[in-house]
């Protein structure tokens, strides 16, 4: 079966240092995919690649089948592929609703809206007028997840979205992912909190040192294995 998105023994770095060392995955509709690791595992770089952010060295990635690796960040969201970065980078000065529509972008034809957006999000609903910069944190957070659906993508890549959120909110964003999800929706989770991560996933991708050291279903991997795989050896073994 063709994967919705997939990359193939991906490498990229920085200059010389080498950030992702061979990764390979792939995400199906209506999937959620955790990719989890320590700080500087290479989560976001994959990501990045994977949203043709940042260029890979080797590898490819593929939609549908079809090679997209030299497709640039903008042109692949007109494809359907959505980042919601590490740390929301909205427009402060906008409003939410100008946020919102910037997302919108290349305006691929699909459900999401301002309006089903705040559906999905309901924290947002009374806050559509107000500058991104009186916002809270979750309501940041709650923005950026809605801007990365207005381009209405096939799949959802998020890093980090609870990073620095009270838990009562993180519960409220969780709740609404697993609605858009409904939908079809593939989504590649980069979230720090394990249980969450388990509760939350179809499949968990562990990184460490840039490596895909181990892949599972939540059901079958054990949590000795997961803090093995995130920590390494060395750690883990203490
Ligand atoms: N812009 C950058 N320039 C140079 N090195 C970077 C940059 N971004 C990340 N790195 C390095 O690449 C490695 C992987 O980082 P990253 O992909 O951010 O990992 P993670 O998201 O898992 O924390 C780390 O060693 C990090 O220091
Ligand atoms: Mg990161």
Redesign the pocket.
């Known amino acids: 079966m063709t994967a919705l998105l997939a990359a193939e023994r991906i490498e990229a770095?920085?200059?010389d240092?080498r950030?992702?060392a061979g990764v390979s995955l792939a995400v199906e509709p209506g999937e959620v995919l955790a990719l989890v690791?320590?700080?500087?595992?290479?989560?976001?770089?994959?990501l990045r690649v994977l949203a043709g952010a940042h260029r890979p060295d080797a590898g490819r990635v593929l939609l549908h089948g079809d090679d997209v690796t030299q497709v640039r960040d903008f042109e692949r969201n007109r494809l359907g592929v959505s980042l919601v970065p590490?740390g929301r980078r909205l427009f402060a000065s906008l409003t939410v609703r100008d946020n919102l529509e910037i997302g919108a972008g290349s305006r691929r034809t699909g459900t999401w809206t301002v309006d089903t957006v705040v559906d999905a999000l309901p924290m947002l609903g009374d806050l559509l007028e107000r500058n991104a910069s009186q916002l809270s944190g979750g309501q940041q957070q709650a923005v950026a997840i809605g801007r990365g659906l207005m381009s209405n993508p096939e799949v959802l890549l998020l890093?980090e979205v609870s990073l620095g959120l009270a838990p009562i909110v993180i519960d409220e964003l969780y709740a609404s992912l697993a609605a858009v999800r409904r939908g079809g929706l593939g989504i590649v989770l980069?979230e720090q909190d394990l249980e969450r991560t388990v509760a939350v996933a179809d499949r968990i991708a562990c990184?460490l040192e840039?490596h895909a050291v181990l892949e599972g279903t939540p059901a079958t991997l054990t949590r000795a294995q997961i803090t093995d795989a995130y920590f390494g050896h060395e750690v883990a073994s203490w």
């Open positions: 770095g920085y200059g240092s950030a992702v690791g320590a700080n500087g595992a290479g989560k976001s770089t994959l590490e890093d980069v990184m840039g």
